[in-house]
């Protein structure tokens, strides 16, 4: 049997640390910041015609700290002869429940919400909110995504929120529909939604998602927004990039 030698003995501790440290899941996190970003979101759909500028626009959004972009693609349009594959019931859904809140009964794309209100100025966009006083910490660990919303003390209202996960980089050559023959690029994308229950915002909440990283030629992030149940007004949010 062939001897070890001393000085690899020595090593023998730090390297198994090492291949210990190298398996354990990596975690990143990020928190709110003080001024709650603008939460910009735009409903739109492949198979609108008027959509494209639209879309266009909110990719110029990218990489901003004060705003929050999100893309809800609406089934509503597939049916001229060009399913959105962004498209999801949810998101379509959601419009009609903001829709109700504001006691409309009609919907539209491209439809901008701004701060949670209807916003047909764009490009231009609402000046920040004062500061909400709620914070929010976002951790990842492996395909675990977890939120928490510090309490406000002394505040009796309702609190509620939704997880969002959004890509950017799609692309598609539409084929048939209202834009046909073009090719339309996409950022924002919301690839899932999640609404949450409220909950006292005397309490702290602590919440967690499953989700994987995706593909990394669709770059993603996770984000949690805090509403006020009544109105749907985004309070605070904070999107995590890794």
């Known amino acids: 049997m062939p001897r070890l030698n001393p000085c690899w003995i020595a090593w023998l501790p730090v390297l198994a640390a090492?291949?210990?440290?190298?398996?354990?899941p990596a975690a990143c996190q990020a928190q709110s910041a003080a001024v709650a970003?603008?939460?910009v979101e735009l409903y739109t759909s492949e198979g609108c015609s008027?959509?494209?500028?639209?879309?266009?626009?909110?990719?110029?959004?990218?990489?901003?700290?004060?705003?929050?972009a999100l893309a809800f693609h609406d089934t509503v349009w597939d049916r001229l002869g060009w399913p959105d594959r962004y498209a999801t019931?949810?998101?379509?859904?959601?419009q009609h429940e903001l829709a109700r809140l504001a006691g409309r009964s009609q919907?539209?794309?491209p439809q901008v919400r701004a701060?949670?209100?209807?916003?047909q100025v764009w490009?231009?966009?609402?000046?920040?909110?004062a500061d909400s006083g709620i914070r929010i910490t976002l951790q990842r660990v492996g395909d675990t995504v977890t939120a928490q919303v510090a309490a406000v003390a002394g505040l009796t209202a309702l609190r509620s929120g939704y997880w969002a996960v959004l890509e950017d980089g799609h692309q598609s050559?539409?084929?048939?529909?209202e834009n046909a023959g073009q090719t339309l690029r996409h950022d924002h994308v919301v690839r899932l939604y999640k609404p949450v229950a409220p909950w006292a915002a005397s309490a702290t909440q602590r919440l967690q998602l499953t989700v994987t990283r995706g593909d990394p030629a669709y770059p993603r992030r996770v984000v949690f927004v805090v509403t006020d149940p009544a109105t749907a007004q985004p309070l605070q949010a904070v999107a995590l990039g890794c």
């Open 18 to 24: 090492v291949n210990l440290a190298t398996a354990a």
């Open 107 to 109: 919907v539209y794309t």
């Open 37 to 39: 970003p603008t939460v």
């Open 89 to 94: 019931p949810e998101a379509t859904a959601r």
């Open 173 to 177: 050559a539409v084929k048939a529909g």
């Open 123 to 129: 490009p231009k966009l609402p000046a920040p909110a």
């Open 50 to 68: 008027s959509c494209p500028p639209a879309d266009r626009w909110l990719s110029t959004l990218k990489g901003r700290a004060d705003v929050l």
């Open 115 to 119: 701060a949670g209100r209807d916003w």
